[in-house]
T-cell receptor
């Protein structure tokens, strides 16, 4: 069964450093998302992406964040200058259906900022 | 914005019994309500969803009901089995116009007692 994959599974970085989290969505999906989950808290929406542009973004997704689909398979989330509060589990999701129905999530990348 | 409340935070049931998890949402324009199951170390897995034009949907031992007037929806699991033990999240979103990010509840830790 096709699935969303994410790399790395765990990333440790120092405050102020840039990180890039990578995702490979399900191959025939066209709609891509990033979410994050701070330990013990809700899963929170960050951004949605379709046709090489951002469709929607939350208040969390400020100028420190960017997304890109650099080739036909990868979807990346970049955090320019990490802060301690960026420590969280980051999930990528993808959907085949217009409008965001049936979003399938990857296993997540645990980001630890020290 | 949308706010989703989920209860209970922990639910312990005997194997074979039924489990019910309830969620309420605040935005009457929300029209899509998925449920996700998250096992330890894995990403959220979509298990069932319902759209606002339907009051109930069933898939084997799992069912979801939606009351649009009261703005609440519930997950029902019958004949619970040990493999049902996990954290379950409800979510809501309003689709159309590019608004397709999911707003999640805080999660319910379901424990199936043998």
């Amino acid at each position: 069964e096709p699935e969303v994959t994410q790399t790395p599974s765990h990333q440790v970085t120092q405050m102020g450093q840039e990180v890039i989290l990578r995702c490979v969505p399900i191959s025939n999906h066209l709609y891509f998302y990033w979410y994050r989950q701070i330990l013990g808290q809700k899963v929170e929406f960050l951004v949605s992406f379709y046709n090489n542009e951002i469709s929607e973004k939350s208040e969390i997704f400020d100028d420190q964040f960017s997304v890109e689909r650099p080739d036909g398979s990868n979807f990346t989330l970049k955090i320019r200058s990490t802060k301690l509060e960026d420590s969280a589990m980051y999930f990528c999701a993808s959907s085949e259906t217009r409008g965001g129905y049936e979003q399938y999530f990857g296993p997540g990348t645990r980001l630890t900022v020290t | 914005g949308e706010n989703v409340e989920q209860h209970p935070s922990t639910l312990s049931v005997q194997e074979g019994d039924s489990a019910v998890i309830k969620c309420t949402y605040s935005d009457s324009a929300s029209n899509y309500f998925p449920w996700y199951k998250q096992e330890l170390g894995k990403g959220p897995q979509l298990i069932i969803d319902i759209r606002s034009n339907v009051g109930e949907k069933k898939d084997q031992r799992i069912a979801v009901t939606l009351n649009k007037t009261a703005k609440h929806f519930s997950l029902h699991i019958t004949e619970t089995q040990p493999e049902d033990s996990a954290v379950y999240f409800c979510a809501a979103s309003k689709h159309g116009g590019g608004a397709d990010g999911l707003t999640f509840g805080k999660g319910t830790h379901l424990i199936i007692q043998p």
